[in-house]
Nanobody, 115 residues
Framework: QVQLVESGGGLVQPGGSLRLSCVAS????????MGWYRRAPDKERELVAT???????NYADSVKGRFTVSRDNAKNTVYLQMNSLKPEDTAVYYC?????????WGQGTQVTVSS
């Protein structure tokens, strides 16, 4: 089992920035993938960004150039730096962890972009 604890969501004005963090604990193997998905109201959950333990990244087209995913392997922590936020980025953001064929999800943190 792997447990994920997220932090950093909140309310921000359009054009602002937020940084999400997620700490993983439990049965963690050296190769894994961490990242973020989001679910906006009345929409399906979608990929935001992922990063492997070897630092290979993958981004949704909608966030490229604005969001940056990073990780600290020593702390089993993944970050999502979100800049130039738009109202359409409003969603619940979920931390994601993939390890030995299993995937885990955090409880979600709300990000609201509004003036």
């Amino acid at each position: 089992q792997v447990q994920l604890v997220e932090s950093g969501g909140g309310l921000v004005q359009p054009g602002g920035s937020l940084r999400l963090s997620c700490v993983a604990s439990g049965n963690i193997f050296s190769y894994n993938v961490m990242g973020w998905y989001r679910r906006a109201p009345d929409k399906e959950r979608e990929l935001v960004a992922t990063i492997s333990s070897g630092s290979t990244t993958n981004y949704a087209d909608s966030v490229k150039g604005r969001f940056t995913v990073s990780r600290d392997n020593a702390k089993n922590t993944v970050y999502l730096q979100m800049n130039s936020l738009k109202p359409e980025d409003t969603a619940v953001y979920y931390c994601y962890f993939f390890n030995r064929g299993l995937q885990y999800w955090g409880q979600g943190t709300q990000v609201t972009v509004s003036s």
